[in-house]
């Protein structure tokens, strides 16, 4: 099936720092989504991106919408410890309805 | 709105036993899914609908079956349940790309 291949897998940071993720793909996505999961919760839908190009923030938080279609970063400045957990990027590739989930990056925070 | 819900939280089964997982929507979603989650595997799709009465599968249906007579409900059900279906599920509904996640139902089959 469709991959995307999310990197890195983990992140040990300091509180302070910014944190840069991304996803790749061979395949052409219409829509690019970020997710957050804690511990026990589901995940948490942070940004959707619709448009290649797309540059969108959410508070700390910015992703963009690579112009290829391929690809899509998130970035997170100045880190604090609540952004701990696992982040999932997730494509729609065009005329699919169903998503493509990212393997997931787990970031921890050293206080 | 209560978003996604899921019943119940936490399940036990033995292999050979059958339950239903239980996912309801109030956003008048039309999408709708169904994921498992295991460690160091991410969210693999089980199977979805994109509207009442309309279901396809994922990609790892096999030895779950689901229906859609509701635009809000929307149950996975284990047949057999074996100890390779122990895992995290989780249901979604959501539009144009953009799916909101149920709290999930940690599932042990012995």
Known sequence: ?111 | NAGVTQTPKFQVLKTGQSMTLQCAQDMNHEYMSWYRQDPGMGLRLIHYSVGAGITDQGEVPNGYNVSRSTTEDFPLRLLSAAPSQTSVYFCASGQRGGQYFGPGTRLTVT
């Open chain 1, 1 to 111: 099936g469709q991959q995307l291949n999310q990197s890195p897998q983990s992140m040990f940071i300091q509180e302070g720092e910014d944190v840069s993720m991304n996803c790749t793909s061979s395949s052409i996505f219409n829509t690019w989504l970020w997710y957050k999961q804690d511990p026990g919760e589901g995940p948490v839908l942070l940004i959707a991106l619709y448009k290649a190009g797309e540059l969108t923030s959410n508070g700390r938080l910015t992703a963009q919408f690579g112009i290829t279609r391929k690809d899509s970063f998130l970035n997170i400045s100045a880190s604090i410890p609540s952004d701990v957990g696992i982040y999932f990027c997730a494509g729609l590739l065009q005329g699919a309805q169903k998503l493509v989930f990212g393997q997931g990056t787990r970031l921890t925070i050293n206080p």
